[in-house]
């Protein structure tokens, strides 16, 4: 019988994609998938990127390891944890965790299938990492989506260059690296033979794409003309090209590299959904330094306005950080008197989370993290006041939507597991795009006529 394995996949969809490799990589090798509890082998696929991404993935695996001391899963079971966690910390786990098999680090996803073999023949090491991340995510067409039919991710580079005070993906992923722009669109067809019907090109900073090329050329020639490389533009152009009917989404979007090439592809491909996800951070231009943005307030306010003059109908995404180590309420003024007149699409706000290893968490200034918790619930109100309303300016309009379950499907504005749902006639295609008209909303939730009615609270229970 085929060994059995199964997986947790923890974090972003740019984790989730290392997880779609890892399986594709077992089953080539006659593994067979199934669940936690009947599993030979237990990969849990952390991340580490704040204080709760890290507690989610440490009560995950203590989780794994009581459940088989507990036998609801073989007691025989090896448990592996792999992903950011892992590169980050292997070594101190090793101490703190003995009742994992193995850990290994974010460059040993291709790996995992002989990795797994020595861990289930009790000959691996503890600790599979690599000191600096530099695979490019190459992966071609040899990968086992877990995501529904219709919907992919699709790596586009890894790592990133930026030196954000706030985050240690640098120190976690490496320095940004682009896949080649060919074998993405080798994958991007392929996907849509497959019947995908929207693309979600990911990656730590999709608009950094090509760029890390262009900057390897210019060291080695002077004058290199940039705009002839490899680009999210050129990127996106191409994929527009490709026959089939779908839409391709891009997330992660840094401000600082937004380009009127850009912004035109946008207005003008039809298959790019107008709908972009830009985490600003914050506007405050005294902010926006110390966090080593790359950005000020004058800037963002302008790319904004023009994106909007530009696309019409532009659906746009961000988040904030509250409370960064030296925010005072005049910064935090700014930022929500920002998010009153911009009235984002979708937006999200989080408190400040000091990561050991950032520059911030070294910074003078740290505010108490009751302000920061106050100053990002103050700004969540005015946000969900803001969605309350755009929800209401969708009531009548006809939107095109994309089904993802019986009765419940996503509009331009909203991507998979991010955004908002919207309603619709249960008896729709899943997997299909749809003409809707919207009837009524809910903040994020849009209703459009033939959903089923909610369920009314019983007047007994009132």
């Known amino acids: ?22 399986v594709d990589r077992l089953l080539a090798a006659g ?19 704040i204080d709760p991404a890290k507690q989610e993935a440490i009560d995950t695996i203590f989780a794994a ?93 890894e790592g990133c260059n930026h030196a954000c005070a706030y985050c240690v993906i640098p120190r976690i992923r490496g320095g940004h690296r682009s896949r080649p722009q060919a074998n993405i669109l080798r994958e991007v067809r392929a996907l849509v033979e497959q019947g995908v019907k929207e693309v979600n090109l990911i990656a730590q900073d999709t608009t950094y794409y090509g760029m890390d090329k262009w900057e390897k050329r210019a060291e080695k020639t002077s004058g290199v003309d940039s705009s002839r490389g490899e680009s999210l533009a050129s990127l996106l152009r191409e994929i527009n090209d490709i026959p089939g009917d779908f839409w391709v989404r891009v997330l992660y979007t840094h ?49 904004i306005r023009d994106l909007r003059a ?39 706000v989080f408190p400040y989370s000091r990561e050991e290893g950032s520059l911030a968490a070294k910074m003078k200034g740290q505010v108490h993290h ?8 103050e700004l969540s109100m005015i946000m969900a006041g803001i969605a309350d309303e755009i929800g209401q300016d969708c009531v009548g309009q006809t939107i095109r939507v994309l089904v993802d379950e019986p009765g419940l499907a996503r509009g331009p504005w909203d991507a998979p597991d991010v955004d908002g749902t919207i309603h619709v006639d249960p008896t729709l295609p899943v997997g299909e795009f749809a003409e809707v008209e919207i009837v009524d909303s809910i903040a994020y939730e849009l209703f459009a006529e033939g959903a089923e009615d909610a369920i009314e609270p019983d007047d007994d229970m009132a």
């Open 1 to 22: 019988m085929a060994v059995q394995f199964a997986i947790v996949s923890l974090g972003c969809a740019k984790n989730l994609v290392d997880s779609e490799v890892m």
């Open 255 to 303: 401000p600082a590299h937004w380009s009127r090439e850009l912004i035109d592809v946008f207005a003008t491909c039809e298959k790019v959904v107008k709908y972009v996800d830009i985490p600003l951070q914050h506007i405050s231009a005294h902010i926006l330094a110390e966090q080593r943005r790359k950005t000020d307030g004058d800037y963002i306010r302008t790319l």
């Open 31 to 49: 593994y067979e998938k199934t669940e936690p509890e009947n599993a030979a082998l237990l990969i849990v696929n952390t991340c580490a990127f």
């Open 65 to 157: 390891v009581r459940a088989r001391e507990a036998g609801e899963a073989p007691s025989d079971q090896r448990i592996m944890v792999a992903g950011c966690l892992s590169q980050r910390y292997a070594h101190d786990l090793v101490k703190l965790m003995p009742e994992v098999d193995c850990f290994i680090g974010v460059d040993k996803v291709c790996e995992v299938a002989e990795i797994a073999e020595a861990c289930l023949a009790g000959t691996a090491e503890k600790v599979y990492t690599t000191k600096v991340s530099t695979l490019v995510p190459d992966f071609g067409d040899t990968r086992y989506r877990l995501t529904a039919r219709h919907t992919a991710y699709v790596k586009i580079a």
């Open 370 to 377: 009751a302000t920061r918790k106050r100053r990002a619930n």
């Open 310 to 348: 530009a696309v019409p109908g532009i659906g746009l995404r961000t988040t904030f950080i509250s409370g960064l180590p030296g925010e005072t309420e005049e910064d935090h003024a700014e930022l929500r008197d920002f998010i009153r007149e911009f009235r984002f699409e979708r937006a999200g």
